[in-house]
């Protein structure tokens, strides 16, 4: 069975630094979305992108944030000059709109901002 | 915007019993309701969701049912097994591609 798969499985790096997080969603899912998880809490909606665009974002998606698909299979998620409070799990989800519209998460990327 | 609130956040049950936990829901818009199961360390899986069409779901052990007039949804696990222990979501969306909302999560103890 497909699964969104995603890269590196554990970041960790110094305040300020630049991150990228990678994630290959299901093939023929064409809606892609980023959540992420503090230790301990709920998931929290980043981002949703659909046909090349942003098409949602929440409070927590500032100028700080970005996302791009840059090829056919990969989309990712960038952290310009990463925060102390970033540190999360950050999962990647994609869906198939043309389905029933679940929802299925990859493994997630465990980020520690030092 | 949306707001999912989930009880309880935690639950300990013996073996074979059931356990019910419970999601209410602000935004009369939402009509699709997954329920996932998160182990420790482990992705969000969804395990079955509902949708605003249907007032109950059954799969095997798990239920799901619903009541929009009253915005809550509950999720029932019946025989529950020691491999049922984990954190359990709910989540709201308006629908297909949009953003799904969660609770905050129940963590679920099933002792043998």
């Known amino acids: 069975e497909p699964e969104v798969t995603q890269t590196p499985s554990h970041q960790v790096t110094q305040m300020g630094q630049e991150v990228i997080l990678r994630c290959v969603p299901i093939?023929?899912?064409?809606?892609f979305y980023w959540y992420r998880q503090i230790l301990g809490q709920k998931v929290e909606f980043l981002v949703s992108?659909?046909?090349?665009?942003?098409?949602?974002k929440s409070e927590i998606f500032d100028d700080q944030f970005s996302v791009e698909r840059p090829d056919g299979s990969n989309f990712t998620l960038k952290i310009r000059s990463t925060k102390l409070e970033d540190s999360a799990m950050y999962f990647c989800a994609s869906s198939d709109p043309s389905g029933r519209g679940e929802q299925f998460f990859g493994p997630g990327t465990r980020l520690t901002v030092l | 915007g949306e707001n999912v609130e989930q009880h309880p956040s935690t639950l300990s049950v013996q073996e074979g019993d059931s356990a019910v936990i419970k999601c209410t829901y602000s935004d009369s818009a939402s009509n699709y309701f997954p329920w996932y199961k998160q182990e420790l360390g482990k992705r969000p899986q969804l395990i079955i969701d509902?949708?605003?069409?249907?007032g109950e779901k059954k799969d095997q052990r798990i239920a799901v049912t619903l009541n929009k007039t009253a915005k809550h949804f509950s999720l029932h696990i019946t025989e529950t097994q020691p491999e049922d222990s984990a954190v359990y979501f709910c989540?709201?969306?308006?629908?297909?591609?949009?953003?799904?909302?969660f609770g905050g999560g129940t963590r679920l103890m099933v002792k043998p």
């Open positions: 093939s023929n899912h064409l809606y």
């Open positions: 989540a709201a969306s308006i629908g297909a591609g949009n953003m799904l909302t």
């Open positions: 509902i949708r605003s069409n249907v």
């Open positions: 992108f659909y046909n090349n665009e942003i098409s949602e």
